[in-house]
């Protein structure tokens, strides 16, 4: 756990946070975006088969109200939703299926999310145009922001991700999403390279492969104060 400003960020590890997780995610998902249909999640929760082999990361408000998630979603018997809607062309070697992740349902609440022109609209889809969510003048980033500040909420997300992911020694990140967030991830020093032909999946997606040691590489060269951003911590133990 940590924060940025009022901004709490946790691994959610109980059921009622989950339940709150999968509630945002009904109301983008569904209601919002109509991702997903109603009369299949008719409890009001948008969950699907891989959450239980899944990590959820959550973004509490100063009310402690979740009002952005992300899931790892780990190797099971069920494989991964990229493998089921895309064909992969892997990169290099492929490591063991215990160290490649893939990371999906990224949601934002409607009331922080970043404006379209940003880049980062707070889901897998940019399809409106919002506003909030940005970063405090007292964290490691503030220098590059003079005319526009990041999206503190998406930012504080992945860096979970990121520090669980080496925790845990997983080596490669699988994403499916439009070429829109592929850009702004790269914008932020998230490198993923294209590793298959776009599908329909939600609109039109893309699958992408992140390698670990070339992000690492990407962060350390091009976004140094990203990289402190992403590692801060990360050699205390959760």
Known sequence: MFSIGKFNFVQADSEDLKKAIYRLRYKVYVEEFGFEKAEDHPDGYETDEYDPHSIHFAALDEKQEVIGTVRMIFSSEKGFPIDHAA????????PIPDKIVEMSRLAVSK??????????CGVESCLTKSTGGTLPENTPLAQ????????VIILGLYRLVYQKTKRMGITHWYVLTEKVLWYALKRFGLLFYQVGDPVNYHGKRIPY???LKDMDTYLMQEKPDLYKFYSMGLEKES
Not at 87 to 92: A, Q, T
Not at 144 to 151: D, L, V
């Open 111 to 120: 009331n922080f999310r970043r404006r379209l022109e940003d880049g980062f």
């Open 209 to 211: 492969l992140g390698i």
């Open 144 to 151: 590059e922001h003079e005319r526009r500040k990041r999206p």
């Open 87 to 94: 064909k992969i062309s892997f990169i290099g070697e492929m």
